[in-house]
Each structure stands twice: as C-alpha cells, then as structure tokens.
T-cell receptor
Framework: DAKTTQPPSMDCAEGRAANLPCNHSTISGNEYVYWYRQIHSQGPQYIIHGLKNNETNEMASLIITEDRKSSTLILPHATLRDTAVYYCIVSDYMEYGNKLVFGAGTILRVKS | EAEVAQSPRYKITEKSQAVAFWCDPISGHATLYWYRQILGQGPELLVQFQDESVVDDSQLPKDRFSAERLKGVDSTLKIQPAELGDSAMYLC???????????FGPGTRLLVL
C-alpha cells in the first residue's frame, strides 16, 4: 500500500503558484520522498525528490517539514501544460532497490 | 535527452491470444522495471531486473506473464493467453542502478477484446 495521503484534486490559476501537499506520517529515516506527474495517456514524468532538505530544480521546489511527516511540491508559475496527476511517493528501499508504490495521486487542473 | 523507448504504443488483441511488449531503457541503465497501470489507478510494479537477472517478480502473474532481459539491455514482457482483465497501460522504467531515480517510457496501451 502507498505510504502517502494526497488530496484527490486541486485547481490552480494559470501563472500562480501551485502548492500540492502530501502527508507521509510513517516515513522512516532512510526513505526518500519522490514526486512524479502523469499527463493524460503518457508515462509518469520524474519531477523531484528529497530526503530531509528542501530541494529545487528547473521544474519545481520540494519543501519537507522538519519532522519529515509531510511535504509540499511547489510549481512556481503554473501553466496549462502542468495539468496532470501528481504522485507523491515514499520510496520503499528493498534489498534490490528503490520500490515506488504509487497511490491515486492529486489531479491538478490549471485554469486560464 | 535520453528516453526510455517502448513499442508498440497501442495494441488490440482478442482474449486467449499472445501479446508482447518491448522496452529499450536509457543507455547504461542497469535496472529495468515493468509496471501495469489500470485506468484510474497508479502504476503497479510487475517485475524488476538488475542487468539480466530478475530481482523482484513477486507481483507478476506467472501463470500467464513472462519477462526477459537476455543481454541486460532491452526487455520483453509477454502475456499468454491474454484475458479481458489485462487491459491496461504497460509501462517500462529504467534507472542507472537500483537505488537511483526511475525514468519512465511512454507506455503501451493494451486492449483485450
């Protein structure tokens, strides 16, 4: 089962920041938080990941609370092309790797 | 930017027929994954390869599904015989090594009639 809880859907105005929350209260010390998104009929696209510290790349910023029990993905200036399902995943480190268990995600609708 | 390639993109078949999907991971990626995504749900891992070896196939329905990665590069996922419930998107992903970030291909959408 997925270890994260996300709202089923959110709306955002074009040009505004989109803030997508994720709860992962049972995360353990060596587990990373990953974010992927999936635009309709395409494969999931990697966005960003982090362990403890906040992270930023060309796509987004990831803010992780100090207790690591929740995080927020920030798309600073949302466009219509950012409309997608966003998955927050806590990676389950197995003997042979980084198992991603996807939940239902958050449907983000960016509106003009 | 290197990408994971998959073919075909779409496949329609009749139940009891055999189907096969092909995946070419990003060059140099040692770890390859096959996922299945049922409409309205998130992807679910079916099988994971490290080079040519299967390291996790716990969720693969082995009575009808098989996967191989003979030379540790590209991979084939086969279903025989296909059932109506196999209609889904089949996604391939790869990573440089087993604890690295996974990158997904565009998927193969299968419809079983």
């Amino acid at each position: 089962d997925a270890k994260t809880t996300q709202p089923p859907s959110m709306d955002c105005a074009e040009g505004r920041a989109a803030n997508l929350p994720c709860n992962h209260s049972t995360i353990s010390g060596n587990e990373y938080v990953y974010w992927y998104r999936q635009i309709h009929s395409q494969g999931p696209q990697y966005i960003i990941h982090g362990l403890k510290n906040n992270e930023t790349n060309e796509m987004a910023s990831l803010i992780i609370t100090e207790d690591r029990k929740s995080s927020t993905l920030i798309l600073p200036h949302a466009t219509l092309r950012d409309t997608a399902v966003y998955y927050c995943i806590v990676s389950d480190y197995m003997e042979y790797g980084n198992k991603l268990v996807f939940g239902a995600g958050t449907i983000l609708r960016v509106k003009s | 930017e290197a990408e994971v390639a998959q073919s075909p993109r779409y496949k329609i078949t009749e139940k009891s027929q055999a189907v096969a999907f092909w995946c070419d991971p990003i060059s140099g990626h040692a770890t390859l994954y096959w996922y299945r995504q049922i409409l309205g749900q998130g992807p679910e891992l079916l099988v994971q390869f490290q080079d040519e070896s299967v390291v996790d196939d716990s969720q693969l329905p082995k009575d009808r599904f098989s996967a191989e990665r003979l030379k540790g590069v590209d991979s084939t996922l086969k279903i025989q015989p296909a059932e109506l419930g196999d209609s889904a998107m089949y996604l391939c992903a790869s990573s440089r090594d087993f604890q690295e970030t996974q990158y997904f291909g565009p998927g193969t959408r299968l419809l079983v009639l």
